[in-house]
């Protein structure tokens, strides 16, 4: 019966749900799903991480290739990310070229890699003006079930951390590139950025790490995201308004999961 | 109509283009945008809503195609508007918001989401409330301040939008980092700023 009712009137269900202060997923409004890292699952990445919040599985893989900089910023590598949404993670998306939710995402991860100054691109320079690191940075969904951009930052952050890049001898001289696979070190991670979901249901319960079925039938998303003590990004993309109490609220709590993601993340590491 | 100019430094023309529903084009400072508004028109079977009008919403930068970065301020324009419209008043239908960038010169998101409300009041659009944007600067020495000397370094820089009701905050965008005191300063800052947006818009619309 309770499976019909939900598929009938599953905005009702859920309101029934939420009048007794729980969800149906068991949890309370301000709980969390338990969240996985492994690292350095592919062999073939120079660095990679596995993040699960809940059902929501995300891969990170990092590819590195050497490149010119740009004239403009001799000194300055490249960090490229790019979300895939493939037909399989969700039934939402279909084969083909990026979906335009893929696309809003993969600019939110961009924006809060460069907000947060985890890499400097001035240590991917190899030699100015001849030669830098161009870093992908690829992730693939395999399970979209809410909070995609906390799964991807944490394997993200897993991902980075333990990258190993080969060492690089170059000679300008001759423009000679000496590749040395075997001698390997660390990029290095500069902060630790956290992001957190939440999600405005019926203009007034705020939702802690929604589920794909919650963010559906909520009318607002909200993306905190803590560096160490700072913000780094604050993301409301529309939906329905927030008092700044309420906005102060979110931030607050999500300052209170930063340090357990962090300590999450260097266990893993 | 009239160019209408105002202490915020906008200057705005309501209904500057005769093929559109509503059209507006508005400059901040430099910045200026064009925005046009057809609605509620034939929807794609495919964005087709049984309950309610569809919005669409397509931002076109100065030159070339639209990028990655483009189909966020998308999104969250498209964010707005369908919070702000009466949408079940048009089911199967559908609402496109166009945006043309003419020039660019910082604040661009809040200049093109100013330019979609006051579309949106020329065309007549059923709007549970008007929403403005404001874009607000913090510099290294972490003062804020709403009007950015183009070309300036800064710290941080912060979108607000908030709604004309209750002045709740409808969407917020950030690059850079800050303390929590110094975002919620902002948050004060911008809304005082909304304000003389919205005795603004009620200027334009009178004239």
Known sequence: ?269 | METVTDKTNISCKLGILSRPDGSAILSEGNTTVIAGIYGPVEVKLQKLLIDKASVECHYRPKSGLPGVEDRLYESIIRNICETSFYASLHPRTAILVTIQELQNSGQLISCAINAACLACLNAGIDMKFMFSAVTCYMNFEDDLYLHCASGKETKAMFVFVFDSTEKRIIASHTKGSFTKEQFEEAVELSKEGCEDRFTYYKKVLES
């Not at chain 1, 001698?183 to 957190?196: A, F, G, L, N, Y």
């Open chain 1, 1 to 269: 019966m309770a499976e019909q009712y939900k598929s009938l009137h599953p905005i009702k269900y859920y309101r029934d749900y939420l009048a007794h202060g729980i969800r149906p997923d068991g949890r309370e409004f301000n709980k969390f799903r338990p969240i996985l890292l492994n690292v350095g699952s592919i062999d073939t990445a120079d660095g990679s991480a596995i993040a699960k919040v809940g059902n929501t599985t995300v891969v990170c893989g990092i590819k590195a290739e050497l490149c010119k900089p740009k004239p403009d910023a001799p000194k300055c590598g490249f960090l490229v990310p790019n979300l895939e949404l493939p037909p399989l993670c969700s039934p939402k998306f279909r084969p083909g070229p990026p979906s335009d939710q893929a696309q809003v995402l993969t600019q939110l991860i961009a924006d809060i890699i460069e907000n947060s100054k985890c890499i400097d691109l001035n240590d991917l320079c190899i030699f100015q003006d001849k030669l830098v690191w161009c870093l992908f940075v690829d992730f693939v969904c395999l399970d979209f079930d809410g909070s995609v951009v906390d799964a991807c930052i944490v394997s993200l952050l897993g991902a980075l951390k333990t990258a190993k890049l080969p060492f690089v001898e170059y000679d300008p001289a001759l423009d000679n590139i000496q590749v040395n696979m075997e001698e390997r070190k660390h990029i290095k991670v500069h902060s630790t950025p956290v992001s957190t979901t939440f999600a405005v249901f019926d203009d007034k319960v705020i939702l802690k790490d929604p589920t794909q079925e919650e963010e559906n039938l909520c009318s607002g998303i909200l993306t905190v995201v803590f560096k160490d003590d700072e913000l780094c990004c604050v993301h409301k993309p529309g939906g329905s308004p927030l008092t700044q109490e309420e906005l102060s609220q979110c931030i607050e709590e999500s300052k209170e999961r930063t340090l357990f993601i962090k300590r999450l993340i260097d266990t893993a590491v």
